[in-house]
């Protein structure tokens, strides 16, 4: 079998580490469109287009710290290596992800500065996928023929921007947070945040070391019950932007220097012929079975969609979830099957009051998601302590942002862990 990977992220080097090693026999090939392995925890300066004219791909910023302890941000069988503290730096992930890649040995089916610019299924006999990729190097395109694709190009690249009433009215700065890399931008700016999400609470916190105002609007009715630096007031969300000035829903208004779109972004596959059979509606990408398997071509699949989860872990599971598959050890369900899977769990997301856009939200539930896959797919499940850590470790994060990163944690068996 012969299987595409499109990138060398951390979901990318799961899906090679279980190409290559164990029990299957496959010939692979991943191609990554910058000259190094990390995807997103990569950081550099530049922000804009490449010098190849390509998007920058990472949204890293200089003063990233996980927001989960490493205890859960391992591979189920490669984990973090035993730092003092729980909480790392974008670097220390990076050499850990370095590490894991020359572990296994992966750098040898990774063709670094490929850009896949077009992925389509073929008619008739043969391999069943085409793949258009551009060696950005020598400036030349070829076309080559794939088995099977695993999609893992990541999911915070193309910035999501609401649109709101007088954007292009305000005379101030406006960002979006995949462009920010230093709190230096903002000194002695007033900069209202937009978003209240993970990454909207830490970069509040981390431009409040610069600016000298910094105003945290977000949609939840109660105040969000942490201690924020005194320079961060919280306000709801923004009406309207004018001329030097933003007015918000309870009709105050602040004079702002800067719009910080924390909103977030969208899942993106440019290189999707629209005959793969998958599309992105109200940012849920459909129709996929377990989040995961495209059912109309169930020999694409996308690694790393559901997010708040314990990623590296979800992306090994995934990853030997679909080769069992493949490989023959299970069989897909009928497509009306996986399309009824999908619809059911839809509504049933509705009725807790979840958007279609959270339709892949995982949060406090990841458990029952980690093992309905190793269930339906007869493989070695993920530990429950990593869903209760990482549900520990966000109630950390909301009750004290400025503090939660002191803890230390240990890993005890599968189901425990202790607080150092």
Known sequence: ?????????????????????????CEVVCYEKTDQVGGTWVYIEETGLDRYGLPIHTSMYKNLRTNLPKEVMGYPDYPVP??????????????????????????????FLHNVELVEPTKGEGRKWSIKVKDLQKNTVTNESFDAVMVCNGHYFEPAVPNLKGRNTFQGQQLHSHDYRTPEVFVDKTVVVLGAGPSGMDLALDISKKATRVLLSHHSKDPIDTVFPDNVVQKPDVKELRENTVLFNDGSSEPVDVVFYCTGYNYSFPFLDKKCGVQVDSNMVTPLWKHLVSIENPTLVFIGIPFYVCAFSMFDLQVRFVLRFWYGKRDFPVKADMLQDEKEELEKRATEGLQKRHYHLMGFKQDVYYDDLANTAGITPLPPVLTKLHNESSMRFLADLVHYRESRYKIIDDYNFIQL
């Open 1 to 25: 079998m012969k299987i595409a990977v499109i990138g060398a992220g951390s979901a990318g080097l799961a899906a090679l580490r279980h190409c290559t090693f164990g029990t299957y026999d």
């Open 82 to 111: 035993d730092f003092p503290e729980s909480y790392l730096t974008r670097t220390q992930i990076l050499e850990f992800l370095k590490t894991y890649c020359h572990h296994f040995n992966l750098r040898q089916y990774i063709r």
